[in-house]
Nanobody, 120 residues
Framework: QVQLVESGGGLVQAGGSLRLSCAAS????????MGWYRQAPGKQRELVAT???????NYADSVKGRFTISRDNAKNTVYLQMNSLKPDDTAVYYC??????????????WGQGTQVTVSS
């Protein structure tokens, strides 16, 4: 079994910062790409940022220059540093990871979600 456990969400004023963390645990042979997605009320889940095992990153246009994704492969953990937060960033943030769980067997896993609320 594999689990992704997120932490770091909360309530912050516009212009403030938060740092999300997501740690993977369980029967892990290796972790490929990791990423963060978010879902605001009444909207579809959308990509925020992804990072490859080697550290290549990709960001949604709406967060470029404000958010930074990073990972610690030794700790099986991915982070999202969010600066200059805006009310439009309010959403439930979900961690995602593509994990090798056996020989030639990779599965996608999701965290339980963490609420980020930005007040104006």
């Amino acid at each position: 079994q594999v689990q992704l456990v997120e932490s770091g969400g909360g309530l912050v004023q516009a212009g403030g910062s938060l740092r999300l963390s997501c740690a993977a645990s369980g029967s892990i042979w290796g972790i490929n790409a990791m990423g963060w997605y978010r879902q605001a009320p009444g909207k579809q889940r959308e990509l925020v940022a992804t990072i490859s095992h080697g550290g290549s990153t990709n960001y949604a246009d709406s967060v470029k220059g404000r958010f930074t994704i990073s990972r610690d492969n030794a700790k099986n953990t991915v982070y999202l540093q969010m600066n200059s937060l805006k009310p439009d960033d309010t959403a439930v943030y979900y961690c995602n990871a593509n994990i090798r769980v056996g020989p030639w067997r990779d599965n996608d896993f999701w965290g339980q979600g963490t609420q980020v609320t930005v007040s104006s």
